[in-house]
Structures are given as structure tokens and as C-alpha cells.
């Protein structure tokens, strides 16, 4: 690790309201595998922050881990999910969609963001082909918001989807790993009970957003899979001390902190925009969110990681590089300065 | 069904010799699960015609079972299969290998076969990215020969794939659903022994070409998966009475016949494409096997579908359809007359 | 092969009226996949024989596929399936249950039926269990009629058993690829209607009732599992040429077909088992259908393997062996009066 | 929960040394994905701990996820793992194991150990059979250490049970869940030396024995499955806070932690068992660890529930129950007087 590093959004710990938590709460005798109080609490500040008390909501350990396993579990076995070809769980998820049984049918995209046209033209072609009892059957929409790319959809981009959703029976799944950031976006019209009215089933990231680990999975009413805790002890995704995702999320969702430290990020990632517009970098793309996508001359590329962690996000061409810098919960404006710094010194 | 139809190779039973064969056997006393000395002379004959002692021979019922089968025990767990999106593993058969936990990665075609340079951009991508241990590995090639479309490979083509295997560590598989139309199309320059050099694995089609039911999957010298024969039972794939596929394979491969019937379907088909280009029809690609798609005005489809059993294939736009004319080893004279007699009354 | 063999069931090819209907229909065009006239007839009569109208059959190729595709399907993904310790799918099975995804949950039998105090102790157990949730859910009872030893449930039995699974909610599934030569046995109360009432879903076997491969699944009413058509395509069990399995099934059900030749081989095994008998060969326990268990001295085993094609089944103790002798329909008077012979030269 | 508990070894968090790490090192930027500083010094611990530099070590969150991941990338899928019936992976992991395609094969069992007789009666039955091709192939042993039942094998009968893995090409796999307390039992003379050279490979369980949670597996040399990183993203078993295990057991094997702990817990149980012997109650079995199962009269059982946490285990017989009671990490001296007081109170 550099001396500072925007190498992504998890690269520290948690934050100190979750740490102080777990010492106050130590040694309470709990229940085991989630059905202890701060679980049950953490489950009714999120349905609250949703507006939506018929929810269901679940806390899983990881992204990967949450994706397998509301898709598997929603999905009947010969049906899909579709997804743009960048979404994570088409390309970084090492097939684990595919493990349990199901096909990721990949969709055009732009900037992360999946082609609504492509999506009309899928199901058309789907339903319109006598054959389609040989294929398998799309049946839900996989999106990611704020996308890989740190894009966002816009509500009537996602209330189109989700109308999209209901017209084709589909279900409409999304993947908020990073969602605080995206709710905290400067201009972003969307919010969490929009999600909750929205999607059939949508996960609120805490690993990115200020959790050791954890993502809290929220299902619409009627929409939790059958026998759930079995299936997420099934998959190895239960955990003995569940107390370790009730805290955290049962802390982050007491008074507003999760919107607050997003909001901070989205502070810092604009701080660190500003930075790069004031030199005169060039931008890959127009990213809203923590995750901010500049393309570098490879020379330049090469000193500034010697003093900095960055993300090699992809080759740009022969001479240029697209890197990422991420902003979190913890990056610091003395961070940004001293990224300045650096940046000053290497390119005057 | 019509009176006369040419909706697709399947459609008629088996090749007489076979049926005289089953008739002449039927009360022999064999061993089951394929050991029975049918199917070891079967196997011997295939792996004469491919002039490949070495390699090992199996008996299957059916082409997606043989897809699923060999490309699940080919790959371990976290592999995946690069297919043309138009491939029939990635279309049409259910999510089959998806169902046994592998990916299939898409790439761009045309008239069916592969885009080399896409397959060789999706290999770089992949060993130049360095969080690729997050991805499924990319470690077969499977296409289809002929293709979904009737399109070949060259043999040069399939050279260069098949070198592009060696040099990324990946197997060559190829479904030869059809295989016997390819191998016989005229100007085709692939053998049977040609092929059994440059896969690892591929299979020659019989439910296509004369059999009842029946696919033959050839692994080259050392890569039969180990216990194939434990894991064909453990997918529901092993026949008590190996003796239907062992006779099948056995009549096919004796004096020719495989060969000769392939030869007989292309010769029809070729009658077929001389009738439609003689009365002006418009090809929807250049197709030099047994399956030749036509460009019909809706209406014109309409009224022939009334008489003569034809395969849709796809809306080609709002007044045009293209429609499949597949001929096969059962397909006669008579029935192209009265294929012509028909457009004859219906165009003019 | 011996000159004469008793091995199993199906080292036969199939009853002659099969091969004079693939004859006669060869050239017929019909459709792929199961939908063409034969198999619809096939369905019809399979109901009509059952009495059920209301029920829905599906053809497939073999035993273990059917076994496979019915419990997968029937299950949802964290349920099991309780059997026999003796039990096909439990044992003879390569794991193909398990590798669907489903525990098998073996209980104690006697001669190859289950051992009801055993199961209601297992059900008891599990619903009095606390802690069930993290266990997989018992869902289903799988049992063979006849059994693996050729025994046979009473009519009160299975009662007993589908009452037990309605009141804990469980389906009863019957594995009947020795069907006919169960309905056949002398003294026999259980009828094909009595099945379909008491079952959610049995299978009728064809592979080792005439047929050259095939089983008959029958769903009651509304057990048809969503989008089977499509699953057994997934599962690589779905046949082109549907005749294959449509044109043996429609045959065995006219006139009685199935029935008779089951009779037949039921009669051969009366004869067997007066044969037996008779030279005070010592059973190993009591089958009534075609199914012979005898246990042998060591050094007559060999002697008689020699001559006659046997199965051999466990060893008995250190000096002698339980060997198993199958009649079925292709048994002739002949080969019986020939074991006599051979068995009378060797123990006299 | 009660005032005071023995519900489980999981009711509190994790040892203070843990929570002071966490705190020291929150801010400090890490790579994600278990290759930053402290999950290479965890492992190199551990390592050093089982005096077997060769091995590998990994990280992981739970003990199902653990037994599925191992267990599913050491076997091949047509391999099945034997345990006793009693084992974790049989009854109360949901069937994880199945989930993953892999048949769990129970054999007979005492107070939670594998009878080693049965267990060489399975594999000389597989052997022996003829037909063993059609079944699935017994290709590792699973034991816990302790078992379920809190008792433990002694070196011999390890080294039996390795040296029966040896001669039949099996792997010895233990599942440590509670080795800790194992390894610090009164009398026993098992080491972790001893595991490392006697286990193909093992888990070192942190979550019951100081942990939030996390095991850590411990591969023999060449024993790692291929591409196992790659395998546990895909299984959704990646953390991307790697820290937050490799924290706690860098900790844990930091002078001797873990043991220290574990030796605790031993020694509350020694002193529970004590109390409970001068109180004259009977004992189910005799269990060396931090588990301790009693049987009370179902009257004093429902008195004794209202004041103190305590494991249901099973229904002894109508008028008594079997209830566990386990120390921790955590138990206090306190607690045990407590409960010697309430015991007093509800007996005299």
C-alpha cells in the first residue's frame, strides 16, 4: 500500500461508531445465526429508512454472497437474469450466478448502464420465438446502482424498468453494493423508498459504506423466497454470530449515519473532481458518484502509483491508461491535499 | 404435418439398415451400459474413419446431453465455454450448461461462425486483466460444424482456432450435430481425421443424419475426463440397453453409410437451391449444407405453410420472414418436385 | 454372453410389435420433441389405463434420468427425498439426485422395502426438532415397486404411506422401471389406478418391460412441475425424434401389451422358482416377481457361471454367494428347460 | 436470553485482544481480498503453529461455508465424502454439501465418533462390488474434532482412520469447529503437528473458539484445490475486507491466544462437571471438552430454562430430556457460581 491510496472503497476498516458498538455490546449473551435484538433492530431502522413495513429484510456477509443467493433463490431453475455485459455479476463474480444453475444473459450497455432498447428487444425476441420453450426463460433484471462505472440511473429511468419488469412478469433486482453513494449523488432523484417500491427484491451495501462486512438485502412484500434462512444456510452464507452484521447495520442506520458518510464521500469524490478539472486531466466518463475515472498518459500513470494507490481500471490505447480513483466513508481532505501535492510535483 | 415437409432433419425415422439391424439382433443376449460388442465395434469403426486409434469413443442419446456432458466434465468447476452468441449451447438448449455451473462466454459471429479476432480480443482481455481470478476462466472453445446458420469452417479456420487453443491452455470442442452434411458439402476441405487431430473433443451427430437417436463424442488421447463413464450414469445419460446406440453407430460406420446418406441430403439440398434459384427466391445467407434459408413476403409464407412444412427462423422485417428448408438423408426426389410443383402454383 | 443368460431384464432388444411400428412409420414426417401423434396417442392410453384423466405423462429415455429430472424438479432446492437404504437412487445411482442438489435421506428396510416405524420416526424427529431450519426438509418418499429385491408393497401399505405423506405434507413418488412385472406377481392387490390415486408422481418402466429404452412418468393432477417441457430439455433429456419413446409406449399400451408380457415373465419365473425348488436350492428371501435370489456354494456358482450368464449379487458368507436370476418378457420355455439340464449336470 | 447463558459457545462476541486490533489498526489502507499484512501473518502463525511450513493456509467466515468449499474443490463431482451419521455435514448444514452435487455417505457412529469397523466395511463393500461404477466413488473421510457430541478421537485412532485414507486413496478431512477445545482437553494427546501430518486437510475454527467470526483451512502440501481463490469467489465466500480475518487470527496466534482461551473454557467445564456431579445429576455421555450434556427430569428442565440459557439436545424419554450446557472463551467463574446458586435453589 502507498502512503495514501484511492485504490478503491475498501480499504479501511469501519467506522468508530461500529467499532465502539461491538465493545459496548461484547459480552451480552445473544442468540445465534440473526434472530438476536440488534439484528431484529437493524432489520426495523431499514425498513423504516425504506418506508416500507411489509418488506422483508435479510443481512448477509458479502456482494458476491448476495447476488448467489437472492438470484438462485428467486429464480426457478431453467430461468435467467439479465444483465448488462459490465454488470458485476455477468464478469467479476467468477460465474458464481451460473454455479447455482442459472444463465446471466447479457445485455448492451452504456456507461455501466443497461440499454433499455436492447432490453425491449430481448423480450420481444424471447417471447416472440416458438421455440422458446427450448431456452431459458428470462425472468429478472440484474442492475447495479451506482452502477461499475459510478453512473446512475435516473427514477423514470428505473420506474420505466421496473414497468418493463411488471408488463413481462419479470422481477427487478438491484445491486447496491454501492448505494449510499449513489442515493447521496449531487442531483440523483432517486431514494431508498423508491427502491422499496421499485424493485422486487434490492441490497443496501455496507462493506463499501463504512461495515467491516455486510449487505442488508431488502425483499418486497411476498417476494422472499420460500424457506430463505434455510437456503442461506444451504449456500454457507449464514453466520453463527449474526450479532456481527446486527450491529453494524443497526448502527449504521441510527440517525441517518449511512447517509451521512456517503454524503461525505460524494463531498471528497467532488473535492477530488474539482482537482482534476483544476489540472486539466481528462475524464473517462461523467461518474456522479465515489468513483471517478481518469484517463492517464502511461509515463504519468506509472510515476503517480509509486506514490499513490489507484485502480488500473483498462487500457486506454497504446500510450494512455484508464485509472480509478474511489473516495469512501474515511478518505480525508487531507488526503486530497496531499494528493495535490503529489500530482503538482509530478506533472509541473 | 403437411403432405410434404422440410421443417427440419429430424423428422423421419433411421436409415432402413438400422431398423434390418435391430430386427436381426433384437434376441441376443447382451450385457448392458454399452459394453456389448456393438458398441465396441462401433467404436473401433469411428476411430478407423478417424484414423485415430488413440482416441477414446463414447455412445450418447442426444446433442445437448452430449454438450452438457462433455463440456461439464471437460471443465472444472470455475471454467468457462466461449461460444458464438448464436451457438447452440448459448441459445437453445434450456441453459443446459448453466444448469451443471459453467459460463458461457458470448462472442460475436457471423452467419454462425466465429469472430476470430473477438475471440482472440476476449482472450487478451482476460490474461491482461489483473483481477481475472475474480472471473470464470475461459477454457474451451466450443463451436458447431456445421453451424446453427449451415455455414463451415476451412480448414485453415479451423487450424488457427484450434492453434489459438494450444497457445491459451483451452480445448477445442466442436458439435457435430450435423456433421455428415458438413463433411460432404461440396468444397468442404475438412475430414473426419482432420478434425480427430485438431479437438480435443467433438462429436458426430446420428439423430440428424440416419440415426434414431445417437451422438458419438470423440476425445482425443488423454483427454477423456476421468470416470466419464461414472459421470455419464450420474447425469441420467447412460443407457441400460447400450446395444440402441451400439447397433446404430455400428450400421452408419459400416461400408460408408454414414458418408453416403450425408452425401445424399447435400445432393437434395443442392436440387432444392438450383429450384429456388431458378424461380427467383432470395437467400438469406450463402448456406453450402443441407439447411438453406429463404427470404419469404409474409404473405407467400403463409400460403406455403399451408402445404409444405417449413421451419420459421426469424422475423427479417415487417413483410418478410426467413424461413428454413432442411433436407436430410431421407429427403427424395419426389418431394422436391412437389416442393416445385407447389411454388409453382402459389408464385405464378 | 453365456449361451443362455439370466442377468438382468434387459439384455434383450424389445418386443417385436415395436419394431414392425418403428417399421411401418419410419417414413412418416412428424414432429420433433414429443409432440407428434404417437406420443399423443401414447399419453392417451397410459391415462386411460390408469383411469386418470386428469393426470399428465411425460416420456423419457431411461431410469435414473427419470429419477433425476422427476426429484429435481418436484423439489425445491433445500428439499429431500427419503429412501430405502437399498434404494436405486440411493446406491445404483452415481449421486445423481445429489448432484441436482438434494439430499437423500436413507432410512432402515427389510428386503428392499421401507421400514415404516423408520420413517415415521424420521419425520417425527424433524418436525420435533427446534433446530430444523438448518437441516434440509424432508419432502418426499421415493420408493421402488417393485423393490431392488424384487418385493412388492401391498395395496395397505403404500395406503399407509401416501396417508403418511399427506399429513406431513410430503409427495409420494414411486420408481416403477419393473412396474409391469410388479402388477403381474401372483397375489399382487396393487392395480396401475391404485398408483395414480396414491401417487403424485410414479413412473412406468419400458426399458425392462419390452421396450428398448423408455419411461413413462404419470403427474397426478397439479404435480406437473412449472415448465417441465423446458427442464428436461435443461437437464439434456429431451429427445429430437420423440417417436423413439411415442411409438414403444403406444404399442406397449395397445391391447394390453405391457400387461401381457409382464405376465409372461412372471410365469417364467414361477417355473424358475419350481425349478428351484424342486433340486432344494435355498433362496435367499422370497420375491414374487421376476426377480430370483439363490444362494450358492461358491464352487457351483462358478461351475454354473460358466454355462449360464447370472447376476451376481452379494457375497453371502465366506463359502457361498447370492446370485440373482431375471426372467422378463423375451424369456423362452426353452432357456428354462436348458437351466434345468445344466443345473442337473453340475449337481448331480 | 437469560441472565446468564450456556446456551452455546457463540452467545458473545470475540476476545478483547481482537476488538483493540480492529481499533489499532482501522484506519490503515489495506489491499482487499486477504492479501494484505495481517492475513499473511495469520497464515504464516499458523503455519508455524502446526510445525508445517508446506502447508497452505486460507481464511474463511463460517463452517458450513468451509466444509461446502472444501469439500466441493477437493472432490470431483462424481466423489462423495463419508461421515457419521451424527457428523455436522449430515444432519445441520442443510444440505450444503448435496447443494454442491456431492453425495454424503453416513455410516454408523458412537457418542459422535466414526466406528472405524463400518467404515472399512463401506469401502471393502465399494471394493468388492462389480457395479461400483455405477455409484458414486467414497473419496474422502469427514470427522469433527471434537465431534458433535463434545468427544474426541485419540491420536491412534487418527492415525488409524489416516492410515485407512492412505491404503484407499482417500482424504482425511476434519472439521475443527471447536479444535481449540479439542486440542486443550484434559487426556488428550492430539496436537496440531499431528493434524497437519495426518489431514489431507483441516479447519481451525475461530468463531466458537474467540472470534466475530472465521475458520481457517489448512491444506496439506499439494493438496490446495486448483484455482481455490478463483473457487471462493465464486462459491460468494470472498470477503473483500480480507482484514476482518485476518485481524482476529493474527491475533488468536499471537503468544499462544488461542490456546490460552480454549484451555479457559476447559477448564470452566471441568469445573461445571464438577458441580454437577456433587449435585448428583446424570450424565448423558461423557465429553472431555467444553460441552456437557445432562439428562434432567422434564420438570426441573422447564425450572431450570427460565433462569439460565441451555441447549435442548433431544428427548431422552417421556418424563426426561438431554440438555447441553457449553463454556467459552468467555465463560466466567461468576457465571458458574451463579448457576451453582440457581441449581441449588430449584433442587433442594
Redesign the interface.
Known amino acids: 500500500?502507498?502512503k495514501?491510496?484511492f485504490?478503491?472503497d475498501?480499504?479501511?476498516?469501519?467506522h468508530?461508531a461500529i467499532?465502539n458498538r461491538?465493545?459496548e455490546?461484547?459480552?451480552?449473551?445473544?442468540?445465534?445465526?440473526g434472530v438476536d435484538r440488534y439484528c431484529e433492530s437493524a432489520k426495523q431502522k431499514i425498513k423504516a429508512a425504506c418506508q416500507s413495513e411489509n418488506s422483508e429484510v435479510f443481512l448477509l456477509?458479502?456482494?458476491?454472497?448476495?447476488?448467489?443467493?437472492v438470484i438462485?433463490?428467486m429464480l426457478?431453475?431453467?430461468e435467467?437474469v439479465i444483465s448488462a455485459k459490465t454488470g458485476h455479476i455477468n464478469?467479476?463474480?467468477?460465474?458464481?450466478?451460473?454455479?447455482?444453475?442459472?444463465?446471466?444473459l447479457?445485455i448492451a450497455q452504456e456507461n455501466g448502464k443497461i440499454d433499455i432498447s436492447a432490453l425491449e428487444q430481448l423480450l420481444q425476441a424471447f417471447h416472440?420465438d416458438?421455440?422458446n420453450?427450448?431456452?431459458?426463460?428470462p425472468k429478472m433484471i440484474y442492475l447495479s446502482h451506482p452502477t461499475e462505472y459510478g453512473t446512475l440511473y435516473t427514477f423514470a429511468e428505473l420506474r420505466r424498468i421496473s414497468d418493463i419488469c411488471k408488463k413481462n412478469g419479470l422481477y427487478l433486482y438491484i445491486d447496491g453494493a454501492r448505494l449510499g453513494y449513489g442515493l447521496m449523488a449531487k442531483g440523483s432523484d432517486v431514494t431508498l423508498p423508491d427502491l422499496a417500491r421499485l424493485c422486487d427484491a434490492f441490497y443496501i451495501g455496507g462493506?463499501?459504506v463504512g461495515a467491516?462486512?455486510g449487505e442488508a438485502v431488502v425483499f418486497a412484500e411476498g417476494r422472499t423466497p420460500?424457506?430463505f434462512?434455510?437456503?442461506i444456510?444451504?449456500?454457507?452464507?449464514?453466520?453463527?454470530?449474526g450479532?456481527?452484521l446486527g450491529i453494524q447495520f443497526d448502527t449504521l442506520f441510527t440517525n441517518d449515519l449511512y447517509f451521512q458518510i456517503s454524503k461525505h464521500a460524494i463531498d471528497m469524490a467532488e473535492e477530488l473532481k474539482a482537482l482534476f478539472t483544476a489540472r486539466g486531466f481528462q475524464f473517462f466518463l461523467d461518474s456522479p458518484t465515489n468513483q471517478i475515472f481518469i484517463i492517464l498518459e502511461n509515463r504519468l500513470y506509472q510515476t503517480l502509483s509509486e506514490q499513490v494507490?489507484v485502480g488500473?481500471w483498462e487500457?486506454y490505447d497504446d500510450t494512455h491508461t484508464v485509472i480509478r480513483f474511489a473516495t469512501s466513508w474515511?478518505t480525508r481532505r487531507e488526503d486530497i491535499a496531499q494528493l495535490d501535492q503529489i500530482l503538482r510535483e509530478i506533472t509541473e
Chains 1, 2, 3, 4 share one sequence.
Open positions: 500500500m502507498k495514501i491510496s485504490e478503491s475498501y480499504i479501511q476498516g469501519c468508530e467499532l461491538f465493545t455490546t461484547n459480552y451480552e449473551q445473544l442468540s445465534g445465526y456477509t458479502g456482494g458476491t454472497q448476495t447476488n448467489q443467493l438462485d433463490t426457478d431453475s431453467c435467467a464478469g467479476h463474480e467468477a460465474g458464481a450466478i451460473e454455479y447455482t444453475g442459472h444463465k446471466v447479457e416472440g416458438a421455440n420453450q427450448h431456452m431459458a426463460t462493506t463499501k467491516l462486512c420460500k424457506k434462512f434455510t437456503k444456510k444451504q449456500h454457507g452464507a449464514l453466520l453463527a454470530k450479532r456481527l494507490g488500473f487500457q474515511a
